[in-house]
């Protein structure tokens, strides 16, 4: 089957840590520069981060740059999001997106 799924979301007070995983299936993974994007009630999707085929570059919005890590494991068709030192505006839905595919979302909900 052809498909993302993310998993990892959760709650957590502001200044904790969260590990995002998206498991891709069904196409070459180890092709594609895979992104995380994000989205809060009533805005629109906000870009996160990239990350290319090989994981050798990467890019990230200013808003999470210092504290999110993106990264990949060709291997086991696994995208991953590190996000350290969250805060309240960082609550939202994450979804990862690669070829044409958007993931289901998975929730993030930072309390202050």
């Known amino acids: 089957q052809v498909q993302l799924v993310e998993s990892g979301g959760g709650l957590v007070q502001s200044g904790g840590s969260l590990r995002l995983s998206c498991a891709a299936s069904?196409?070459?993974?180890?092709?594609?520069?895979m992104n995380w994007y994000r989205q809060s009630p009533g805005k629109e999707h906000e870009y996160v981060a990239t990350i290319s085929s090989t994981g050798g570059t990467t890019n990230y919005a200013d808003s999470v740059k210092g504290r999110f890590t993106i990264s990949r494991d060709n291997a086991k068709n696994m995208l991953l999001l590190q996000m350290n030192s969250l805060k309240p505006e960082d609550t939202a839905v994450y979804y990862c997106h690669g070829w044409y595919l958007w993931g289901q979302g998975t929730q993030v909900t930072v309390s202050s």
């Open positions: 069904g196409f070459t993974f180890s092709a594609y520069s």
